[in-house]
Nanobody, 126 residues
Framework: QVQLVESGGGLVQPGGSLRLSCVAS????????IGWFRQAPGNEREGVSC????????LSEDSVKGRFTISRDNAKNTVYLQMNSLKPEDTAVYYC???????????????????WGRGTQVTVSS
């Protein structure tokens, strides 16, 4: 069974850090580009960052550039999202998703991703 499972979310104060993990089971992640998305209450699900299958290319939305870093360890079948300098507006459920091609494309579009995890809650609040 193909499955993606996110972890690492939680409550953090503004300016703090979290590292999210996305672990795949039932398939090998190294064939796929992987994206992180987030959805806040009442908002559309939006792309955050994406990494190519080999990890040589990444793409991030302007709102997180310089603060969030996406990486992957294909030997561990895991993709990470390191989030620093967190802001209250980063509060959302964060999802990882797999795209059945090796590259991210020019934009992180949710419709371009095929398999999704169930998400992990990130809350940034004092």
């Amino acid at each position: 069974q193909v499955q993606l499972v996110e972890s690492g979310g939680g409550l953090v104060q503004p300016g703090g850090s979290l590292r999210l993990s996305c672990v795949a089971s039932g398939f090998r992640l190294h064939y796929y580009a992987i994206g992180w998305f987030r959805q806040a209450p009442g908002n559309e699900r939006e792309g955050v960052s994406c990494i190519s299958s080999g990890g040589t290319s990444t793409l991030s939305e302007d709102s997180v550039k310089g603060r969030f870093t996406i990486s992957r360890d294909n030997a561990k079948n895991t993709v990470y999202l390191q989030m620093n300098s967190l802001k209250p507006e980063d509060t959302a459920v964060y999802y990882c998703a797999a795209r059945s091609v090796s590259r991210c494309g020019s934009r992180i579009e949710k419709n371009a991703f095929d398999s999704w995890g169930r998400g992990t809650q990130v809350t940034v609040s004092s």
